[in-house]
T-cell receptor
Framework: GDSVTQMEGPVTLSEEAFLTINCTYT??????LFWYVQYPGEGLQLLLK?????DKGSNKGFEATYRKETTSFHLEKGSVQVSDSAVYFCALSDSNYGQNFVFGPGTRLSVLP | DTEVTQTPKHLVMGMTNKKSLKCEQH?????MYWYKQKAKKPPELMFV???????INESVPSRFSPECPNSSLLNLHLHALQPEDSALYLC???????????????FGEGSRLTVL
């Protein structure tokens, strides 16, 4: 079945450092790819998405590019802030399987001042 | 501000109690979901309603009973729960249901349940 793999962390960075969180997937169809963020005590919020190969999603300084050849959707940010401390989930939605929405295990990010 | 509203935000119940979690969305979405999330884990799918009909039940114990009174509302009725059912329960919606849905899920802020 479909699956999502991501580095689980925790990842600890200093403020203004560069962030990369790796995400790779396996899917039999043509999935849409997502990054969700969960701040402490809250639900999940969509951070960005990409629906086809070579699409780049971006939001709040975060970016990720849908790479079909490497089945990857790595999350990057050039300069993290303390307020970016949260858990980040990579996810896919595979249209070939209807409502199949698969989450990765999540990566906990802590940004220190 | 989230467009999926869940109540209550916190709930403490005993193992013999009956309680309900409620979820509401006014985005015209036709699919609604219940997820369970334990600490430091991703959400786990429990139920999916598509066009107000139950379309997926991920082998959830019968002490959890979902209900979809209309396209905007989703309830989760709880009865005779166990302490291991303590978790964050997340409601979500998506624009379309079934095989047409390739769009994102919109999540509420969750109801944190503690079973004593």
């Amino acid at each position: 079945g479909d699956s999502v793999t991501q580095m689980e962390g925790p990842v600890t960075l200093s403020e203004e450092a560069f962030l990369t969180i790796n995400c790779t997937y396996t899917a039999t169809g043509y999935p849409s790819l997502f990054w969700y963020v969960q701040y402490p005590g809250e639900g999940l919020q969509l951070l960005l998405k990409a629906t086809k190969a070579d699409d780049k999603g971006s939001n709040k300084g975060f970016e990720a590019t849908y790479r079909k050849e490497t089945t990857s959707f790595h999350l990057e940010k050039g300069s993290v802030q303390v307020s970016d401390s949260a858990v980040y989930f990579c996810a896919l939605s595979d249209s070939n399987y209807g409502q199949n929405f698969v989450f990765g295990p999540g990566t906990r990010l802590s940004v220190l001042p | 501000d989230t467009e999926v509203t869940q109540t209550p935000k916190h709930l403490v119940m005993g193992m013999t109690n009956k309680k309900s979690l409620k979820c509401e969305q006014h985005m015209g979405h036709r699919a609604m979901y219940w997820y369970k999330q334990k600490a430091k884990k991703p959400p786990e799918l429990m139920f999916v309603y598509s066009y107000e009909k139950l379309s997926i039940n991920e082998s959830v114990p019968s002490r959890f009973s979902p209900e979809c009174p209309n396209s905007s509302l989703l309830n989760l009725h709880l009865h005779a729960l166990q302490p291991e059912d303590s978790a964050l329960y997340l409601c979500a919606s998506s624009a379309r249901g079934g095989r047409d849905n390739t769009g994102e899920l919109f999540f509420g802020e969750g109801s944190r349940l503690t079973v004593l």
